[in-house]
């Protein structure tokens, strides 16, 4: 009994020095294991902050609905154009001159842009070279536009050689000489790059009141702005 009763304490001992080698394990293990994870938390909160974008927008109006554009509108290279509608009523084409630009750049990237409120047919919009007299050299791009609706062209303005070629002119024609009629047209609008911001007078023209008075921002993690003026907190531009 004596025999069982050593055996039963040494192996208690046993035990018991066990149990405190695995105690003094843990007690170093776990905290590294928890600074591990705080530190994880930590950088993905930080990588999701340090992604972070926020976005702006432009507005007339305080709800961010009237011209809302996610790019700052540029001024007009045209000079002369309006945002309230002119009507040109003929057969024969009906050709309208809606802008002139006089010192293109070679390689510069241009965008004309018009608004059609109402038209009779389809009505073409035209870029024309043209010679320091005036008279066209070339057409360089069309679009088609339909009544109510917005159209616009973008294009490289190319190296003119010897062609003769100064400045170029958008206009306004039926698509087929045969037409005869109305349409009206507005916020014709030259400017550089590929996009077409809201309309604004030339640099010459323009006053204050003609910038957007509203400025919407909101930010994620998304590199692409969107869209919905309602996701933007808008104030007053000071």
Request: charged residues 15%.
């Amino acid at each position: 009994m004596a025999d069982d009763s050593s055996n039963r304490l040494a192996w208690l001992a046993v035990g018991l020095a066990l149990s405190i080698v695995m105690f003094s394990a843990f007690k170093n293990y776990f905290p590294v294991v928890g600074n591990q994870v705080t530190n994880k938390i930590q950088q993905n909160v930080s990588d999701n902050t340090s992604n972070e974008v926020t976005h702006t927008a432009y507005a007339y109006s305080a709800d961010g609905t009237d011209r809302f554009s996610t790019v700052s509108p540029n001024l007009n290279l045209f000079t002369g154009t309006s945002d309230k509608p002119s009507t040109k009523t003929g057969g024969n084409w009906n050709i309208a001159v809606i802008g002139v630009y006089k010192t293109p750049k070679v390689g510069q990237v241009y965008t004309v842009s018009v608004e059609i409120p109402k038209a009779d047919h389809d009505v073409w919009m035209e870029v024309y070279r043209w010679n320091a007299a005036g008279a066209r050299v070339d057409k360089l791009i069309s679009t088609y536009i339909k009544s109510g609706a917005k159209g616009y062209v973008t294009f490289t303005w190319p190296d003119p050689g010897n062609s003769g070629v100064t400045q170029f002119a958008a206009d306004l024609a039926w698509t087929n000489g045969a037409d005869t009629g109305s349409y009206s047209y507005c916020k014709a609008k030259l400017e550089p790059g590929s996009t077409a911001t809201p309309w604004m007078p030339s640099s010459s023209e323009a006053n204050d009141s003609d910038y957007p008075p509203y400025i919407g921002t909101y930010t994620d993690n998304s590199q692409t702005a969107s869209t919905d003026s309602t996701k933007y907190f808008w104030t007053k531009r000071g």
